[in-house]
């Protein structure tokens, strides 16, 4: 496999760009080796700046759920693309977009666009503080929420503790207002909710967390949650940037039949375009600038060509309920796939899988949380993620990361990775 062109590209853009990349996982740093620069993608396969196509796991990190370059997601862009790029005043799609998201996600009753994911968890947090006249918020260790100061907090400083900023530039002043706590442990939750009686507006979380590898809620958790935050008056809030429309039409929320207060979505409602939204209950939704006193605004919110993107992927999600029969059943051929491949070799490795979204974690102990993803061998993992790469396969370049699939993978698709994946476990061990 050549490579050049991908690494002149990567050594003249670290002239100009932090590390050479625009987002750091990109940056192949946890993997080894030098990232590889993208010219075009289509259908399951992206391909690089020198000729070589790789079956791929990503699909951009989850938005393409129907493969890449999808005809129906292009020709709309590229008819609302002849009626301008921006307007920055109302159109009427998004109000279509609003209504269809409502409709979808049981937990929406008014929705608020934003350009990402990471302005969607920040602008929520905003709300719920407005709407309590709490400070404080609750989140999960390894949980990953975009950029913004009050989720950059690092885990390990115990349950109880306060938070210490992950990333210089993050004060101690926005850090000791976020608190703590280990996915899947309501005792760590009523011990936080006790030590801080009538202080906490918001928990956010990952319902399936899909930013420490896959790692799913355990049963009677989620609901768990629910009735804590009720009985506490403080606003859930589920982020589903990842797992929203990818998990079940309504997200994990459909899926596992809790309803929080608020949702942040991002990924694939813009269809590949920058796009992320927040919503929830009418009374706090209410609270945001002009109905309410919580500012929040964007020039390029509700973009015109990101909206026509991101209507063309979820109309079409709403009216073809198979590409989820279709999902799930990819899913399990390639899990199941690798758990008999492993298990053929005397290899006992965790395979954590829901839907159309799996990770394989390089330890034998069920990984539940943060602390159990971490006993992963991410050296080994390294390997595994250049073996494949090697043969055509291309994962996501870190082993705390889920795989995201797409509708695009055929049948003879999954049976070349499952193959790759059978060499590399005898290339690696
Ligand atoms: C990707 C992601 C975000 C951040 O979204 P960006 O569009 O990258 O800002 C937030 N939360 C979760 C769960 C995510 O997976």
């Known amino acids: 496999m050549q490579i050049s062109e991908s690494k002149r590209l990567f050594a003249h853009a670290k002239n100009f760009i932090p590390g050479g990349v625009n987002s750091p996982v990109r940056a192949f740093r946890a993997v080894g080796g030098e990232p590889i620069f ?255 006193p919580v500012y929040q605004a964007g020039t390029l919110s509700g973009n015109p060509i990101a909206m026509a993107a991101g209507l063309a992927m979820l109309r079409h999600l709403d009216t073809h309920p198979e590409v989820y029969t279709r999902l799930e059943a990819i899913g399990e051929q390639l899990s199941a796939g690798i758990i008999s491949i492993n298990s053929s070799l005397g290899l006992d490795y965790t395979l954590n899988k829901l839907g159309s979204m799996y990770s394989l974690f390089f330890t034998a102990s069920p990984v539940t949380d943060f602390e159990s993803a971490k006993k992963s061998d991410t050296q080994l993992f390294g390997r595994y993620f250049q073996s494949m790469l090697k043969r055509g396969v291309y994962l996501a370049p870190s082993q705390f990361e889920s795989l995201f699939l797409s509708t695009a993978l055929t049948d003879e698709l999954i049976g070349k990775i499952l193959q790759a994946h059978e060499e590399s476990m005898k290339e690696i061990h």
């Open 38 to 292: 993208i010219k075009k993608a289509d259908g399951a396969f992206i391909h690089d700046e020198d000729g070589n196509a790789y079956i791929e796991l990503i699909n951009s990190w989850g938005p393409m759920l129907l493969g890449h370059n999808s005809p129906l997601i292009r020709e709309a862009v590229i008819r609302a693309m002849e009626d301008g790029t921006s307007f920055g005043a109302p159109t009427a799609r998004e109000v279509e977009m609003a209504e269809l998201l409502v409709r979808m996600v049981p937990s929406l009753e008014k929705v608020r666009m934003v350009n990402s994911g990471t302005e969607a968890t920040m602008s929520a947090i905003r709300v719920a503080r407005g709407y309590t006249g709490r400070d404080k918020i609750i989140k999960m260790e390894g949980h990953y929420h975009g950029h913004g100061d009050s989720f950059l907090i690092a885990a390990g400083s115990g349950a109880i503790t306060m938070g210490h900023p992950d990333s210089p530039g993050v004060t101690l002043g926005t850090a000791k207002d976020t608190l703590l706590a280990p996915f899947n442990d309501l005792n760590a939750i009523e011990s936080l909710v006790e030590a801080n009686k009538g202080e906490i507006a918001a928990l956010i979380l990952e319902p399936v967390a899909g930013n420490m590898g896959l790692t799913l809620p355990q049963e009677g958790y989620l609901q768990g949650l629910r009735d804590i935050c009720t009985r506490e008056g403080i606003v859930l809030i589920f982020d589903e940037v990842m797992t929203g429309f990818r998990l079940a039409k309504g997200g994990a929320q459909e899926r596992f039949g809790v309803i929080p207060d608020l949702t942040t979505l991002g990924k694939i409602i813009g269809g590949g375009m920058p796009v992320g939204a927040y919503g929830g209950k009418k009374e706090i939704m209410d609270f945001v600038s002009p109905a309410g």
